[in-house]
């Protein structure tokens, strides 16, 4: 099992551009999440899907969009690019049941210029 | 509403001392999952534990124990005997039985230093 893998590792952006940030996992997980963490800070929630066809708002969606077409990808789209973006983005999935933990994927680290 | 709070924001050791992290949480479920995770130098969240608000027994595991207490509402985690490798930002979170999403309430985390 590869868990929750995450493309691309780094990436720097411009004002104003966009870009697709890509999530896979291979645990056949329901739940799905994204978050971004800020220096010094912890993780926020940006996106969360309980399962396919299925995406909901999290504390800070704006700028963002998602979809979940199939179980295994939730890739989170940036539009118009802003410098308030840069930040490090993870993915995460988790078992419906049980409310066990969530599995992290290695994370993306977003520079907007 | 609920918060995780992590009022430690940086902590440094001399190697074999004993650390205790702290972490205190509000929330108005009677039902909520505490979680520690691990983020090391390079990056990546390494979960740690997990605890349901009905199971106040403490744990140790190796190095590692976590007192949990609903009375003070705080999941502390010590680290005895600390190593070099322990060094690592450490989040505490919370999930609330009401809120199907299972998403996850993070602290801001504590970093700890452990010098040789």
């Known amino acids: 099992n590869a868990g929750v893998t995450q493309t691309p590792k780094f990436r720097i952006l411009k004002i104003g551009q966009s870009m697709t940030l890509q999530c896979t996992q291979d645990?056949?997980?329901?739940?799905m999440y994204w978050y971004r963490q800020d220096p010094g800070m912890g993780l926020k929630l940006i996106y969360y899907s309980v399962g396919a066809g299925i995406t909901d708002k999290g504390e800070v969606p704006n700028g963002y969009n998602v979809s979940r077409s199939t179980t295994e990808d939730f890739p989170l789209r940036l539009e118009l690019a802003a410098p308030s973006q840069t930040s490090v983005y993870f993915c995460?999935?988790?078992?419906?049941?049980?409310?066990?933990?969530?599995?992290f994927g290695p994370g993306t680290r977003l520079t907007v210029l | 509403a609920q918060k995780v709070t992590q009022a430690q924001t940086e902590i440094s050791v001399v190697e074999k001392e004993d650390v205790t992290l702290d972490c205190v949480y509000e929330t108005r479920d009677t039902t909520y999952y505490l979680f520690w995770y691990k983020q090391p130098p390079s990056g990546e969240l390494v979960f740690l534990i997990r605890?349901?608000?009905?199971?106040?027994q403490n744990e140790i595991s190796g190095r590692y124990s976590w007192n949990f207490q609903k009375s003070t509402s705080s999941f502390n985690f010590t680290i005895t005997a600390s190593q070099v490798v322990d060094s690592a930002v450490y989040f505490c979170?919370?999930?609330?039985?009401?809120?199907?999403?299972?998403?996850?309430?993070f602290g801001s985390g504590t970093r700890l230093l452990v010098r040789p």
């Open positions: 995460a999935s988790s078992y419906s049941q049980g409310r066990g933990e969530q599995f």
């Open positions: 605890r349901n608000s009905f199971d106040e």
């Open positions: 645990m056949n997980h329901n739940y």
């Open positions: 979170a919370l999930s609330e039985g009401m809120d199907s999403s299972y998403k996850l309430i």
